[in-house]
């Protein structure tokens, strides 16, 4: 084989290798879906604020206001990655 056709060949073991056995791909695909969506949906809120707050009570309040947000959105991230981790363990 040539080098071209071993690299694919050798990614695609290592990567069924790294799968869990007992993984939920439709549960995985759902959360991941939802992690995305949540994230997409944060960010547009926390701009929206910020701009909000920028405009209304000036950029001190509208830091402050990106930082609590930005903060909600990390802690919520963690929370969705822990739920698709979880998806991904379990065995239905």
């Given at each position: 084989?040539?080098?071209?056709?071993?690299?694919?060949?050798?990614?695609?073991?290592?990567?069924?290798a790294?799968?869990?056995?007992?993984?939920n791909?439709i549960?995985?695909?759902?959360?991941s879906?939802?992690?995305?969506?949540h994230?997409v949906?944060?960010?547009?809120l926390t701009?929206?604020r910020?701009?909000r707050?920028?405009f209304?009570h000036?950029?001190?309040?509208?830091?402050?206001t990106?930082?609590?947000?930005?903060?909600r959105l990390?802690?919520?991230?963690?929370?969705d990655?822990?739920?698709?981790?979880r998806?991904a363990?379990?065995e239905e």
């Open positions: 084989m040539t080098a071209h056709r071993t690299a694919p060949a050798l990614l695609a073991v290592v990567l069924l790294a799968a869990p056995a007992a993984a791909p549960g995985v695909v759902m959360e879906g939802r992690l995305a969506g994230t949906r944060g960010s547009a701009v929206g910020t701009v707050d920028f209304e000036g950029p001190h309040t509208a830091g402050r990106w930082k609590a947000n930005a903060a990390k802690d919520n991230a963690h929370a990655k822990e739920r698709v981790k998806e363990q379990s």
